[in-house]
């Protein structure tokens, strides 16, 4: 839909809202069906895993929501990190143990009230992040898009540019990519991306068969029936369709019986909990999920047409407690995600409700349509995900940061660089390193203002004066020639830290060499030990005016 229904005055309650909520559930069901498939794709995962932690989010995480209207399921923004957590850990099982130490961690953080988590990250770092994710899905969907068959590339090991790369990294698969290319599978995703960017055009949306079919969904169906055409119509010719043995299909357990389904679940490997490096991957993915979380409930919280504010440290606990099962049962790690969230509101969703149908819709299809999730061709899930991908490192957006000046441009570029050629943690903290230099160097030079006529200076602080202020301060003292009047004004710094007095009484005790008087004006000279053991004087206008004792 182009706009959200604020027609009717809103009741509470589930059942009173049953006529908006159900069909918007199945609006962000058919949008989280490929989404689940793809991130669970992108992050080396069981695709059944991407699908359990859709199910969970929308069953588990909506009853216990602290928003009305997000939705929780796997996010793009966490992929980077689950494919270098399960490859860091040694096996998907041992980064299972991971996620419920992430829920654990979380549900703690929503008992400590840590919902502001989010604001104390600086929003270029913020940005780079997502920018970095996106570049980094975009980069690892190409060999799909381009039909890269799985082990087709063991016997060409003695390639040696492989080896500078790495025969694990993303550049080395695109290496591979060069040698096992599939022609059905560059056709269905590149008519699949041009798909998905006309779909949002306002031409299209001008439609209403546009604004209530999700692109992604489209271009699976587009896909399924594309790739069956191919392989009726070149049966005799396997390079020219797409097929579940050469590894180019999605692939889900078909389950037989009810006992099939707890045996098809992955079940995490406790012992991983002796090693340090779980514990590290938990709190990275506690960290990071929960300031995509909080991000991405305050986005729909400016959506929701009744202006609900979200309650996030019940999030965070929401969020939690369904990471801790999603671990338990074998699948992904998650979020609250703005994508659906988005198609949520416009579908005009009212309560939690939505996001129960959706889930319950997914476990739905997980138990009684596997077959046709087999069908769907990795190709259209890597076209949903570059175009993600770009969405997130469009640009638009290097040309908005850019135009915020500098120093946000500068830490925002670090960012990305830090997490593509490191790990995301690293990287984002490297990014807060540059930011923070930045504010503490504008801080720095913002902070003293002087003037001076003649041979009388002031030195006005313009606000609190802390340590980091210290070196701008001794500075400006140093400039000060011989035989002059100084007048340090403090009016408006309500704190100014021991550090700062300190310089004030080394350079008075200089200035007795050099001829230098110190006036001091709103700033307390009870901390001024070489002050205590002079004279003053008070004036009316509240300076304090040193002369040598005994004259």
């Known amino acids: 839909m182009s706009s959200i229904d604020t027609s009717r005055e809103f009741k509470p309650g589930w059942f009173a809202n049953f006529k908006y909520d159900f069909p918007a559930g199945i609006v962000v069901f058919l949008v989280a069906v490929p989404l689940c498939l793809g991130i669970a794709l992108a992050s080396n995962a069981p695709l059944l895993s991407g699908l359990i932690a859709g199910i969970v989010g929308g069953m588990i995480v909506s009853m216990l929501s602290g928003s009305e209207l997000s939705v929780t399921g796997p996010?793009?923004?966490?992929?980077?990190?689950?494919?270098?957590?399960?490859?860091?850990?040694?096996?998907?099982?041992?980064?299972?143990?991971?996620?419920?130490?992430?829920?654990?961690?979380?549900?703690?953080?929503?008992?400590l009230r840590a919902g502001i988590i989010g604001d104390y990250v600086p929003n270029s770092v913020i940005k780079g992040m997502l920018a970095a994710i996106g570049i980094i899905i975009i980069i690892k969907q190409f060999p799909y898009a381009f039909g890269h068959s799985t082990g087709q590339y063991d016997d060409r090991e003695d390639i040696e540019f492989l080896q500078h790369f790495g025969e694990d990294s993303a550049f080395a698969e695109l290496i591979r990519t060069l040698f096992d290319v599939s022609p059905a599978a560059i056709f269905i995703s590149a008519l699949s991306i041009a798909l998905l960017v006309l779909w949002e055009k306002p031409f299209f949306q001008r439609y209403a068969f546009f604004r209530l079919v999700p692109g992604p969904l489209a271009v699976v169906f587009l896909g399924i029936v594309l790739n069956q055409l191919f392989s009726w119509a070149f049966a005799d010719f396997p390079m020219l369709f797409l097929s579940a043995e050469k590894g180019q299909l999605v692939k889900v357990p078909v389950f037989e019986n009810p006992a099939h389904v707890l045996q098809s679940i992955t079940l995490p490997d406790f012992s991983a909990l002796l090693r340090k490096e779980t514990y590290i991957v938990a709190l990275t993915l506690a960290v990071v999920a929960s300031i995509e979380t909080l991000l991405s409930i305050e986005a729909v919280d400016?959506?929701?047409?009744?202006?609900?504010?979200?309650?996030?440290?019940?999030?965070?606990?929401?969020?939690?407690?369904?990471?801790?099962?999603?671990?338990?049962?074998?699948?992904?790690?998650?979020?609250?995600?703005?994508?659906?969230?988005?198609?949520?509101?416009?579908?005009?969703?009212?309560?939690?409700?939505?996001?129960?149908?959706?889930?319950?819709?997914?476990?739905?299809?997980?138990?009684?349509?596997?077959?046709?999730?087999?069908?769907?061709?990795?190709?259209?899930?890597?076209?949903?995900?570059?175009?993600?991908?770009?969405?997130?490192?469009?640009?638009?957006?290097?040309?908005?940061?850019?135009?915020?000046?500098?120093?946000?441009f500068i830490a925002f570029v670090t960012t990305i660089v830090a997490i593509v050629f490191t790990d995301l943690l690293i990287g984002i903290f490297i990014g807060s390193a540059v930011a923070i230099f930045f504010v503490l160097r504008v801080y720095h030079h913002s902070s003293i203002t002087t003037v001076n006529q003649d041979n009388y200076y002031l030195i006005?602080?313009?606000?609190?004066?802390s340590f980091v202020n210290k070196s701008e301060l001794k500075e400006q003292l140093a400039k000060i020639p011989n035989d002059s009047v100084v007048i340090i004004e403090g009016t408006k710094a309500i704190f100014i830290d021991r550090d700062i007095y300190e310089v004030i009484d080394d350079f008075r005790e200089l200035g007795r060499y050099r001829n230098i008087k110190v006036e001091l004006k709103h700033v307390d000279s009870k901390y001024l030990p070489l002050f205590q053991n002079l004279s003053k004087r008070r004036t009316n206008n509240g300076v304090i005016q040193e002369t040598a004792s005994g004259k």
């Open 75 to 111: 996010a793009a923004g966490l992929t980077v990190i689950v494919a270098s957590s399960i490859a860091k850990l040694g096996s998907f099982e041992a980064f299972l143990a991971a996620v419920v130490v992430a829920g654990i961690i979380q549900i703690i953080f929503g008992v």
């Open 302 to 408: 400016k959506l929701d047409p009744f202006k609900r504010i979200s309650d996030t440290e019940k999030e965070l606990r929401a969020q939690g407690i369904g990471n801790l099962i999603s671990g338990l049962l074998g699948g992904l790690p998650m979020t609250a995600v703005i994508v659906r969230s988005s198609a949520n509101v416009y579908a005009g969703a009212r309560t939690r409700a939505s996001a129960f149908y959706h889930g319950a819709f997914l476990l739905i299809a997980v138990l009684l349509a596997p077959n046709l999730l087999n069908m769907i061709p990795l190709a259209s899930l890597a076209a949903i995900l570059i175009t993600i991908g770009y969405k997130l490192a469009s640009i638009k957006l290097f040309k908005a940061m850019y135009k915020t000046g500098t120093e946000q």
């Open 460 to 465: 006005r602080f313009n606000k609190d004066m």
